[in-house]
Structures are given as structure tokens and as C-alpha cells.
């Protein structure tokens, strides 16, 4: 595609359907690839599927979402984003109730960056978010965004940073459900801190079964630290990390307005400590039930 060439879906029951993710390739030049609404069209029921979407000629952004509802995104594969300042698909203001399907996210910056207010009732389900800088990135100001569940075995694998980074925003009801997880050394799962002076909220984030392998680092990191307005509230249940190598702990929250409770199937090969909760370390063996003050 040439530098000013784009695909736009700007009405509703639009969709854009390629021959099939390895038959049908889109490589974009320009900023963006496909837009799906912009700040003056609301469009639903739209659809993308069965294609193919590559950085590999520079361009900035794969897909670009506002005003964009009650869509579908089905076997999509986007790769090789990797512009300073761009997320490979990019989720700006008032897009909710969206479906992702089968979507494959690999080797981008920032896989899937949510930039913008009301996100709200986001789902990828059997989703691939893996070898990018950071998966999931959610920055959205003081903006709120509601309801975005990782479920039926989503895939996070070495990203480099966080497979889901919060930097700011309110966020309520973050779900993982039964993913697969594996990291090399330094990597995470989840990363909540504040990135600048707006500050990060996130209200009940779970986690509950499927499996991580890890190198021994923290797979989750709880910082309510950056200012006094953070904070963060995490249920993690039947939480099971197979340590390969190391005997850090896997949970490590910090700050008096970090809340988590961990229960069940907590373990981690070496026997070592399970959580540093704000110093204090929480072994398996007192792992049934844990709330920092």
C-alpha cells in the first residue's frame, strides 16, 4: 500500500474479509492501515477477518479504532510494528463491545495500545500476544475503560516488558481466565505502575487458572507508589507458576494502596517465596488467604 493509501470502515454493518490470514496480506506505508470510525462516524457491527497485516514497509500503525462498536476481529495476524509513539493496533476514544477472535499479535513495539476513554466490554479469546515489546499497553489518561477479559487459553509469550502493562486510567474489571504464560528472565505477565503524573487505578483485577513458566522473575508487579490518588485491587486464584530457574518471589506488590488477596494452587518450583507483599514475603504455605492492610 502506498504512504496515502488506507482501508476506512466509517459506517456500520461493514466488513472488510480477506481470502485467509496466510493467502491475504495488507502491508501499509503510511500512519495507518485500516481505520474503523473516526471522531465524527460511530460505526457498528462491522468486521474484520481472514487477513493479514504487516509493518514490514514501515508503517505506523496496523489498525486504528474510535467510535468503533460492537465489532469482531477474527483471524487476524498483525506483526512488525515497531514505530516510536504507535501501538500495532490502537483503541482511541469510546470503542466497546468488541470481539477478538483467534487474533495473533507478534513482534510489534506495543501490540494492542488503548489510548483512549470508554473501553469498554473488550474480550480476546484464544488470542496470541506474544514477542512484542509489550502486549497489551492500556494509557488512558484519566479516562476509564470497563470490563477487558484475556480469556480460552490467550497466549502470552516473551514480551519483552509485560505481556499487559497499566500505566494510567481507571481501570475496572481486568480479567486473565485460564491463559498460557511463558518468560524468560526479567519478563512479566502484568506490570500496574504509573508512567507519569496521572495516576493508575486498577479496580479488580483477577486472575484465575491456566498455566505460567517462568525464569524466575515476579510474573506479576502491583506499584501503587507513583502518587496518592494510585490504586490497585487484584484477586489471583488458582495461580499456577512453574519456576524453571530462580527463587524470587512471583507476586510483588508495593505501596500501602496495593490490596491482594491469593488463594489456591500457588506454587513455584525452587519452594521458594510465593509474593513480597510490600516487604513481607507470603510463602505456599500461608498462600490460602492473604490481604495487604
Given at each position: 500500500?502506498s504512504?496515502?493509501?488506507?482501508?476506512?470502515?466509517?459506517?456500520?454493518g461493514?466488513?472488510?474479509?480477506?481470502?485467509?490470514?496466510?493467502a491475504?496480506t495488507?502491508?501499509?506505508?503510511?500512519?495507518?492501515g485500516?481505520?474503523?470510525?473516526?471522531?465524527?462516524?460511530?460505526?457498528?457491527?462491522?468486521?474484520?477477518?481472514g487477513?493479514?497485516?504487516?509493518?514490514?514497509?514501515?508503517?505506523?500503525?496496523?489498525?486504528?479504532?474510535?467510535?468503533?462498536?460492537?465489532?469482531?476481529i477474527d483471524?487476524?495476524i498483525?506483526s512488525?510494528?515497531?514505530?516510536q509513539?504507535?501501538g500495532?493496533?490502537e483503541?482511541q476514544?469510546?470503542?466497546?463491545?468488541?470481539?477478538?477472535?483467534?487474533?495473533?499479535?507478534?513482534?510489534?513495539?506495543?501490540?494492542?495500545s488503548?489510548?483512549?476513554g470508554?473501553?469498554?466490554?473488550?474480550v480476546?479469546?484464544?488470542?496470541?500476544?506474544?514477542?512484542?515489546?509489550?502486549?497489551?499497553?492500556?494509557?488512558?489518561g484519566?479516562?476509564?475503560?470497563?470490563?477487558v477479559?484475556?480469556?480460552?487459553?490467550?497466549?502470552?509469550?516473551e514480551?519483552?516488558?509485560?505481556g499487559i502493562?497499566?500505566?494510567?486510567?481507571?481501570?475496572h474489571?481486568?480479567?486473565?481466565?485460564d491463559?498460557?504464560?511463558?518468560l524468560?528472565?526479567?519478563q512479566?505477565l502484568?506490570?500496574?505502575?504509573?508512567?507519569?503524573?496521572v495516576?493508575?487505578?486498577?479496580?479488580?483485577f483477577?486472575?484465575?487458572?491456566?498455566?505460567?513458566?517462568?525464569?524466575?522473575?515476579?510474573?506479576?508487579?502491583?506499584?501503587?507508589?507513583g502518587?496518592?490518588?494510585?490504586?490497585?485491587?487484584?484477586?489471583?486464584t488458582?495461580?499456577?507458576v512453574f519456576?524453571r530457574?530462580?527463587?524470587?518471589?512471583?507476586?510483588?506488590?508495593?505501596?500501602?494502596?496495593?490490596?491482594?488477596?491469593?488463594?489456591?494452587?500457588?506454587?513455584?518450583?525452587?519452594?521458594?517465596?510465593?509474593?513480597?507483599?510490600?516487604?513481607?514475603i507470603?510463602?505456599?504455605?500461608?498462600a490460602?488467604?492473604?490481604?495487604?492492610k
Amino acid at each position: 500500500m502506498s504512504a496515502n493509501a488506507r482501508f476506512e470502515i466509517v459506517a456500520s454493518g461493514v466488513s472488510l474479509e480477506g481470502a485467509g490470514r496466510n493467502a491475504t496480506t495488507l502491508v501499509p506505508a503510511g500512519s495507518v492501515g485500516l481505520l474503523i470510525g473516526n471522531g465524527d462516524t460511530v460505526s457498528r457491527r462491522w468486521r474484520v477477518s481472514g487477513l493479514s497485516i504487516s509493518g514490514s514497509a514501515g508503517g505506523g500503525t496496523a489498525i486504528r479504532l474510535e467510535n468503533a462498536r460492537e465489532g469482531r476481529i477474527d483471524e487476524v495476524i498483525v506483526s512488525s510494528f515497531r514505530k516510536q509513539g504507535s501501538g500495532a493496533i490502537e483503541v482511541q476514544g469510546n470503542c466497546w463491545t468488541v470481539v477478538a477472535d483467534d487474533l495473533t499479535v507478534v513482534g510489534n513495539l506495543v501490540g494492542v495500545s488503548f489510548a483512549g476513554g470508554n473501553a469498554n466490554a473488550w474480550v480476546f479469546r484464544t488470542a496470541n500476544l506474544s514477542s512484542n515489546d509489550v502486549g497489551v499497553r492500556i494509557d488512558i489518561g484519566r479516562s476509564s475503560a470497563h470490563g477487558v477479559l484475556f480469556t480460552d487459553g490467550t497466549h502470552f509469550e516473551e514480551n519483552v516488558t509485560a505481556g499487559i502493562q497499566v500505566f494510567s486510567g481507571d481501570v475496572h474489571g481486568l480479567s486473565i481466565t485460564d491463559p498460557y504464560v511463558e518468560l524468560r528472565a526479567g519478563q512479566r505477565l502484568i506490570i500496574a505502575r504509573r508512567a507519569a503524573k496521572v495516576p493508575v487505578r486498577l479496580f479488580s483485577f483477577t486472575y484465575s487458572g491456566g498455566f505460567v513458566t517462568t525464569d524466575g522473575a515476579p510474573v506479576i508487579e502491583l506499584d501503587s507508589r507513583g502518587g496518592p490518588e494510585d490504586s490497585i485491587s487484584a484477586t489471583l486464584t488458582s495461580f499456577n507458576v512453574f519456576q524453571r530457574a530462580g527463587e524470587g518471589p512471583v507476586i510483588l506488590v508495593s505501596g500501602a494502596r496495593a490490596r491482594v488477596v491469593v488463594s489456591g494452587g500457588v506454587f513455584s518450583k525452587s519452594g521458594g517465596p510465593v509474593a513480597e507483599i510490600d516487604g513481607a514475603i507470603l510463602t505456599k504455605d500461608g498462600a490460602s488467604s492473604k490481604v495487604l492492610k
